[in-house]
Nanobody, 114 residues
């Protein structure tokens, strides 16, 4: 049974930083692309960043230059380093295993105060 568990969310002031972690179990982590998505209240879930099995990365325009996605296959963990946070980054952040079918974590709340 695949499980994805996010952690690292919290309350931070504008300009601050957070690092999110997503630990995977019950899966061959290294073969799957991993993604971070977010959903703000009243809005649709959107892609934030994706990292492929070979380490290639893709970012939403809104986070380019501020966020960085990485992975440690030895620890079955994906990370999202978020710097220069803005109030509009406030959302629930979800980890996604880009498999068939895809798997989602339960989400972690990130709140950026102005």
């Amino acid at each position: 049974q695949v499980q994805l568990v996010e952690s690292g969310g919290g309350l931070v002031q504008t300009g601050g930083s957070l690092r999110l972690s997503c630990v995977a179990s019950g899966t061959i982590f290294r073969v799957n692309a991993m993604g971070w998505y977010r959903q703000a209240e009243g809005q649709e879930r959107e892609m934030v960043a994706v990292i492929t099995s070979d380490g290639s990365t893709t970012y939403a325009d809104s986070v380019k230059g501020r966020f960085s996605i990485s992975r440690d296959n030895a620890k079955n963990t994906a990370y999202l380093q978020m710097n220069s946070l803005k109030p509009e980054d406030t959302a629930v952040y979800f980890c996604k295993q880009m498999s068939f079918p895809p798997r989602w974590g339960q989400g972690t709340q990130v709140t950026v105060s102005s």
